[in-house]
């Protein structure tokens, strides 16, 4: 922005990808973001945030609130919908059993995608379904992968769970499970959140970042932290039968194209766009 505005540009937009804020007094991060929030007053005409969780927190540490706005992400729902191949179908070529109960997880492995609280929900969950089925998908989500094969070892009890790794046919696999599970410590707006509820999947979601406003009324929303709840919630939807899950599925995907497809987001940033040069000519 300092270069830009050195350069003779004026029209300066600024935009906010993350949420988490490093703590330490050294932390490089931390002290470009007090930077910004002194000049976010006067450098940009606008600073967007695509979570409402990232404008709080960034408003919190000083940036211009009055400049602020939440545009966030978009979806292009038309590469991201099922393609009509039958679940049981799709299973096969998985070799994942038809009648299995299937909980997925999709994520990078990092501690604060809470790994831990779902292989710790999982061991709660399969005491009172023995069909259930925990499917892991990301990087490093593999059987090379030593720390979270004693986790699944020490904390998921007689859970059985398929280790994917990093995949290009997420959405596919996607298509295979029965309710997707987002276990996260903390998260912006969590893509993969929206992306499941494009393959038409109902979603347990912690209470972090902007999930519980992805998932609005189709999914559930439990406490960040509590393996208890999350597979008190996995249990529940579990319960309500194959056929609500279906039609909450649907539901789940509606709610993505109304509110968050690609074509609306990119005319929102147009818009924005378009009012900052008219802002100029006056």
Same mark, same amino acid.
């Given at each position: 922005?300092?270069?830009?505005?050195?350069?003779?540009?004026?029209?300066?937009?600024?935009?906010?990808?993350?949420?988490?804020?490093?703590?330490?007094?050294?932390?490089?991060?931390?002290?470009?973001?007090?930077?910004?929030?002194?000049?976010?007053?006067?450098?940009?005409?606008?600073?967007?945030?695509? #979570?409402?969780?990232?404008?709080? =927190?960034? !408003?919190?540490?000083?940036?211009? /609130?009055?400049?602020?706005? @939440?545009?966030?992400? *978009?979806?292009?729902?038309?590469?991201?919908?099922?393609?009509?191949?039958?679940?049981?179908?799709?299973?096969?070529?998985?070799?994942?059993?038809?009648?299995?109960?299937?909980?997925?997880?999709?994520?990078?492995?990092?501690?604060?995608?809470?790994?831990?609280?779902?292989?710790?929900?999982?061991?709660?969950?399969?005491?009172?379904?023995?069909?259930?089925?925990?499917?892991?998908?990301?990087?490093?989500?593999?059987?090379?992968?030593?720390?979270?094969?004693?986790?699944?070892?020490?904390?998921?009890?007689?859970?059985?769970?398929?280790?994917?790794?990093?995949?290009?046919?997420?959405?596919?696999?996607?298509?295979?499970?029965?309710?997707?599970?987002?276990?996260?410590? #903390?998260?912006?707006?969590?893509? =993969?959140? !929206?992306?499941?509820?494009?393959? /038409?999947?109902?979603?347990? @979601?912690?209470?972090? *970042?902007?999930?519980?406003?992805?998932?609005?009324?189709?999914?559930?929303?439990?406490?960040?932290?509590?393996?208890?709840?999350?597979?008190?919630?996995?249990?529940?939807?579990?319960?309500?039968?194959?056929?609500?899950?279906?039609?909450?599925?649907?539901?789940?995907?509606?709610?993505?194209?109304?509110?968050?497809?690609?074509?609306?987001?990119?005319?929102?940033?147009?818009?924005?766009?378009?009012?900052?040069?008219?802002?100029?000519?006056?």
């Amino acid at each position: 922005g300092l270069i830009g505005r050195t350069a003779g540009v004026r029209n300066i937009v600024w935009n906010v990808r993350n949420t988490e804020i490093p703590q330490g007094h050294l932390s490089m991060t931390g002290l470009i973001i007090k930077l910004c929030a002194v000049i976010s007053g006067w450098l940009p005409k606008a600073v967007i945030c695509c #979570a409402h969780a990232g404008l709080e =927190v960034h !408003a919190a540490r000083g940036y211009k /609130r009055q400049k602020m706005l @939440v545009l966030p992400n *978009g979806y292009d729902t038309h590469e991201w919908q099922p393609n009509g191949v039958g679940r049981c179908e799709i299973r096969r070529n998985y070799d994942l059993p038809s009648e299995a109960f299937v909980v997925g997880i999709v994520g990078r492995y990092d501690t604060l995608k809470g790994y831990d609280l779902f292989i710790e929900a999982a061991e709660r969950i399969v005491k009172v379904m023995n069909n259930a089925l925990f499917i892991m998908i990301g990087r490093n989500v593999d059987d090379s992968n030593v720390e979270l094969r004693s986790l699944i070892k020490s904390r998921g009890g007689d859970a059985t769970f398929r280790l994917f790794g990093e995949r290009s046919d997420v959405a596919q696999l996607m298509s295979t499970m029965d309710v997707f599970c987002l276990t996260s410590k #903390a998260e912006g707006f969590p893509n =993969v959140v !929206a992306e499941a509820m494009l393959m /038409r999947v109902p979603c347990v @979601v912690t209470n972090v *970042g902007d999930a519980a406003r992805i998932v609005g009324s189709t999914g559930v929303v439990v406490p960040s932290g509590n393996p208890t709840k999350f597979a008190e919630a996995v249990k529940i939807l579990e319960s309500k039968g194959a056929e609500w899950r279906k039609a909450a599925g649907e539901a789940a995907r509606q709610h993505i194209v109304n509110n968050y497809s690609i074509d609306l987001i990119s005319k929102n940033y147009e818009q924005l766009y378009e009012d900052i040069r008219e802002e100029k000519r006056r």
